[in-house]
């Protein structure tokens, strides 16, 4: 008796384990059409190099960003060139983060835009470490070539990797 309540009590688990898997990929297809069609603009082409300024025992945290955040090199982040500012929305002090579609050796995330920068000629885009290491796991490249940035309309996105038109778990 205490077994065939014990296998009911397994089944049922699995059921919902597996239900809670086919609603999140559910909801991930709705965010992932939201990206398609919230893309404002035309795509930028060029190279993306990395930026850390933070160094340890200065300025703990790291300096600020253009939006007046704390550069953290955990989270999805990445400066626009200075040029380009008001192609993404005109990254400014104390305004709600803009959001950027990057595209790159096959693989697509979504980027808070929260910085700007005088970068090198040819490259359009710096991203934080995090980001970087999306796309350069080992960190060896230092700049990636045909980088394709596209800004996103909307201010409440989620940044993080996004696979197959759907977006992925943050990692």
């Given amino acids: 008796m205490v077994f065939r309540s014990s296998a009911a009590i397994c089944?049922?688990?699995?059921?919902?384990?597996?239900?809670?898997?086919?609603a999140r990929s559910e909801i991930r297809s709705v965010h992932s059409s939201a990206i398609v069609n919230a893309a404002s603009g035309d795509a930028v082409a060029g190279a993306a190099s990395m930026?850390?300024?933070?160094?340890?025992?200065?300025?703990?945290?790291?300096?600020?960003?253009?939006?007046?955040?704390?550069?953290?090199?955990?989270?999805?982040?990445?400066?626009?060139?200075?040029?380009?500012?008001?192609?993404?929305?005109g990254v400014r002090y104390g305004a709600r983060p803009k959001y950027a579609l990057v595209e790159a050796v096959g693989k697509k995330v979504i980027v808070k835009i929260n910085d700007v920068g005088p970068l090198t000629?040819?490259?359009?885009?710096?991203?934080?470490?995090?980001?970087?290491?999306?796309?350069?796991?080992s960190l060896e490249l230092g700049v990636i070539k045909d980088v394709r940035v596209t800004p996103l309309a909307g201010d409440y996105w989620t940044p993080g990797p996004v696979s197959d038109g759907v977006l992925a778990a943050d990692s």
């Fill in 51 to 89: 930026y850390n300024p933070f160094r340890p025992g200065w300025r703990e945290g790291g300096p600020n960003t253009a939006s007046g955040e704390r550069y953290d090199p955990s989270v999805w982040a990445a400066a626009i060139k200075t040029s380009l500012r008001q192609k993404f929305g």
């Fill in 11 to 22: 089944g049922a688990v699995v059921v919902l384990v597996i239900s809670v898997s086919i």
């Fill in 121 to 137: 000629p040819g490259r359009i885009i710096d991203l934080n470490e995090r980001t970087m290491r999306h796309f350069d796991p």
